[in-house]
């Protein structure tokens, strides 16, 4: 299958993947190898169970929960470094190794494992964007468009070297959480496209340019506490961008104490009068309209805490908006 000595009949075998993975975004390239032709998905390897939920009860990860659905045998080491799972893993003689948001960074030893290597979907175009958040921040910061890198992995935090990537335009109707269900889609595709010719040699690992990195740091829930001063667009990208975890939110004064806010949905409007940012311009059916450090910002979609999310004409039938209130 290779120029690495393996013999015809080894290449005449299915190619043996251990797949890595754990959220719902790893799902689709698990689902796209387990349908591949001359694949045999011989592991999946996954974070241990967490607590989650009011009671804490463990909860497996997606990526295990389809892997039991489909009879593939599941590894869950706390480090993926522990010597006992990688003995394993030599045990299932992987030839490829293929890895989607697994959580951890991979050791050395579990790198050179398998005879191709390891191979990782990563949703950005490398470089711009390495590290744990990269969907969110490429709408946090107004980029046009995005895309996915089939990368071959090796010890930095997405340092490897580019098979393939593949791009899409972010539209203004996308939020981190429909730009993650394109992306993981676009991802797995790519993946068993650019398998076949990588294995067979066709396609060359190349160096990542060492212009245009950007890292992409992993989203906090403070992230999401909007700043006024700031332009209607840019408090609109936060809106996009933090949806649906953690959200972007604010603090309201409406005549009856200080109340959360979550921002599910708004837009941009062009204005030019002299309120200070966070001072309520309007509110009506269409919206609660309010001054940013540039134009104004149209709030359509919001959440009280404790609350519904309700469009703007629901949440004013119910609670007291006006203009002079005060957000921040």
Aim: with cysteine; hydrophobic share 40%; proline share 9%.
């Amino acid at each position: 299958m290779t120029a690495t000595g393996s013999s015809s009949a080894r290449a005449a075998l299915p190619l043996r993947v251990v797949f890595m993975g754990t959220p719902e975004l790893a799902c689709a390239s698990l689902a796209a190898l387990l349908g591949a032709p001359g694949i045999e998905v011989v592991a999946v390897v996954t974070q241990p169970d967490r607590p989650k939920g009011r009671e804490l009860k463990l909860q497996p990860s997606p990526v295990k929960v389809m892997a039991e659905a489909a009879g593939i045998p599941v590894l869950q080491p706390e480090r993926a470094r522990e010597a006992s799972f990688l003995e394993e893993l030599r045990r299932l003689e992987p030839d490829l190794v293929a890895v989607a948001a697994y959580g951890q960074l991979l050791p050395q030893d579990l790198l050179d494992l398998p005879r191709h290597g390891c191979l990782n979907v990563h949703t950005s175009l490398l470089p711009r964007y390495r590290g744990a958040a990269p969907i969110q921040w490429a709408i946090l910061n107004d980029d046009p468009e995005t895309g996915v890198t089939i990368m071959k992995l090796d010890a930095g935090l997405d340092t490897g070297a580019i098979l393939s990537q593949r791009s899409t335009p972010i539209s203004p109707e996308d939020t981190a959480e429909t730009l993650h269900d394109r992306l993981a889609s676009l991802g797995a595709k790519l993946l068993v496209e650019s398998i076949p010719p990588y294995v067979a040699g066709q396609l060359q690992p190349r160096p990542q340019p060492s212009e245009g990195v950007v890292y992409a740091p992993k989203i906090k829930k403070t992230d999401g506490l909007i700043d006024w001063n700031q332009s209607a667009r840019s408090i609109w990208n936060r809106v996009r961008g933090l949806r649906p975890w953690p959200g972007a939110f604010t603090w309201i004064e409406d005549g009856h104490g200080r109340h959360l806010l979550k921002l599910w949905g708004a837009e941009p409007v062009a204005h030019s009068g002299a309120e200070p940012p966070g001072r309520v311009i309007q509110a009506g059916p269409e919206g609660v309209l309010v001054a940013c450090g540039q134009n104004a910002l149209r709030i359509t979609e919001l959440q009280r805490e404790g609350g519904r999310r309700l469009s703007a004409r629901e949440y004013l039938a119910g609670h007291s908006v006006f203009p002079g209130c005060r957000l921040g």
